[in-house]
């Protein structure tokens, strides 16, 4: 497993374009949006949960969405991510399905 050290926020958002640039055909997004009642704790276990993300892009997310607003938890067909999203909502979290094609 490789480990990746990022020193700043713009690091981590650089890493999360270039995933989504990579997955361009993709067609959907899932947006997770910050709120005050979840826990970083929380955020973290439900994306490795649902996501299957690793703890660190977890942890690395979870920064994002608390000093963004809001981030990309996911690219993926809206079929695939449609689960996802209603998981992530019963436990609480804010989260959208967005197209990427309105963004081009």
Request: glycine fraction near 2%; charge should be negative.
């Given at each position: 497993m490789n480990t990746?050290?990022?020193?700043t926020m713009s690091?981590?958002?650089?890493?999360l374009e270039i995933d989504?640039?990579?997955?361009?055909?993709?067609?959907?997004?899932l947006i997770i949006y910050n709120d005050d009642v979840n826990t970083f704790d929380w955020v973290i276990k439900c994306l490795i949960d649902v996501c299957s993300h690793t703890f660190e892009q977890a942890e690395q997310l979870s920064l994002l969405i608390h000093f963004k607003g809001k981030a990309?938890?996911?690219?993926?067909s809206?079929?695939?991510?449609?689960?996802?999203?209603?998981a992530l909502t019963e436990r609480g979290l804010s989260a959208v399905i967005?197209?990427?094609k309105d963004k081009k």
């Open positions: 990746v050290i990022v020193d690091d981590v958002e650089e890493m989504v640039l990579l997955d361009l055909d993709a067609g959907s997004q990309c938890a996911k690219t993926d809206f079929e695939v991510l449609k689960p996802m999203k209603d967005e197209s990427t």
